[in-house]
């Protein structure tokens, strides 16, 4: 049974903390990303990671960079957390082919005030 | 620009009722396609899937029909539950990289 775990449920920072995020995969998948989810926008693609020590900018990098180090492991870091990071973060990982599934994580509920 | 759509944010179904989630996409070269359903504070789930080459999809009370002339996928699930109440996305990955596009989810709420 595929798990995708994330560091935290809820987490509440202040405007311009670092913060950082931690996802787990268990599946040995190659691939992990990170969305956000806000209301009326779907979800939201920041960064991918294909291998490790690799990335991929999605369609909303500003403000956040990754990290990963092993490949079961894929942080996200808000540098300079501003309140319109608040949202939602959803982790995802997969294998290597186009089209295949993706495992999410349970998400963090990140506020930011 | 948003490659895949739904443009209905919400839907309300009596319970017994067919629930049909609707979503439409821009591009033609999308060779599958995903329903994933997320429940509030847990991530999304997969659902159901269809390939291009195929104009229907069925899993138990889910089906899921692919029209390409009119770039338009639907969710059918009969019939509806209160434990079908959802937000339920569709998805399309791009020929080449790992990504998916998704669009921006439509709340199902089936009314007991």
């Known amino acids: 049974d595929v798990k995708v775990t994330q560091s935290s449920r809820y987490l509440v920072k202040r405007t311009g903390e670092k913060v950082f995020l931690e996802c787990v995969q268990d599946m040995d998948h190659e691939n992990m990303f990170w969305y956000r989810q806000d209301p009326g926008l779907g979800l939201r693609l920041i960064y991918f990671?294909?291998?490790?020590?690799?990335?991929e900018k999605g369609d909303i990098p500003e403000g956040y960079s990754v990290s990963r180090e092993k490949k079961e492991r894929f942080s996200l870091i808000l540098e300079s957390a501003s309140t319109n990071q608040t949202s939602m973060y959803l982790c995802a990982s997969s294998l290597p082919w186009t089209g295949v599934e993706q495992y999410f994580g349970p998400g963090t509920r990140l506020t930011v005030t | 620009d948003q490659q895949v759509k739904q443009n209905s944010p919400s839907l309300s179904v009596q319970e017994g009722r067919i629930s049909i989630l609707n979503c439409d996409y821009t591009?033609?070269?999308?060779?599958?396609f995903l329903w994933y359903k997320k429940y509030p504070a847990e991530g999304p789930t997969f659902l159901i899937s269809?390939?291009?080459?195929?104009d229907k999809n069925e899993d138990g009370r889910f089906t899921v029909f692919l029209n390409k002339s009119a770039k338009h996928l639907s969710l059918h699930i009969v019939p509806s539950q209160p434990g079908d109440s959802a937000v339920y996305f569709c998805?399309?990955?791009?020929?080449?990289?790992?990504?998916?596009?998704f669009g921006t989810g439509t709340s199902l709420t089936v009314i007991p």
């Open positions: 591009n033609s070269m999308f060779d599958y």
């Open positions: 269809i390939s291009s080459i195929k």
């Open positions: 998805a399309a990955p791009p020929n080449t990289g790992n990504q998916f596009y």
């Open positions: 990671s294909y291998d490790v020590k690799m990335k």
